[in-house]
């Protein structure tokens, strides 16, 4: 009897636990302004690629457009989220001032692969692309 209500109480967590992830991944708490934390490349051996010191900026726009800071050059583009929490990025333009730092250009062609996101709590964003998810802080 302890074991089938120990049971219980475990599956009933899990479920709770589900549902409060699932209630933040909506399209309301992906607007606003992402900090860049780091690159997380997919697979075994993989290290995650940190910024040497400048922290791209990704702001999402409730019109469905959506801005990109770089270390020297400013992007635009646009962007749609399903139900699903499937994300498309696209259109993105930046202008040409100079050269940005490689983590910079690294961010800005993986987000043009970016398929899907989650967030992991209002202010832990992640976007998935198919062999690597960019990992983005909420910024105030």
């Known amino acids: 009897m302890r074991k089938l ?17 699932d209630e933040l ?3 309301e708490n992906l607007y606003g302004k992402w900090e860049v934390e780091k690159l997380e490349p997919k ?4 290290k ?4 040497d010191d400048f922290k791209p900026v990704v702001t999402f726009y409730e019109d469905g457009t959506m ?6 050059n400013g992007c635009g583009g646009n962007f749609a989220v399903s139900n699903s929490n499937d994300i498309i990025i696209e259109d993105i333009y930046c202008t040409l001032v100079c050269c940005d730092d490689e983590f910079s250009q690294k961010c800005y ?6 398929t ?25």
């Open 48 to 51: 995650s690629i940190w910024p």
């Open 116 to 140: 899907s996101y989650s967030l992991e709590t209002q202010n832990s964003l992640k976007l998935h692309s198919g062999w690597v998810d960019i990992k983005l802080n909420r910024l105030n």
């Open 25 to 27: 991944s909506t399209v």
């Open 67 to 72: 801005g990109l800071r770089l270390s020297r």
């Open 43 to 46: 697979g075994i051996f993989k």
């Open 5 to 21: 209500l120990l049971m219980f109480i475990v599956a009933q967590l899990v479920i709770l636990n589900s549902c409060q992830k």
């Open 109 to 114: 062609e993986l987000l043009r692969d970016v």
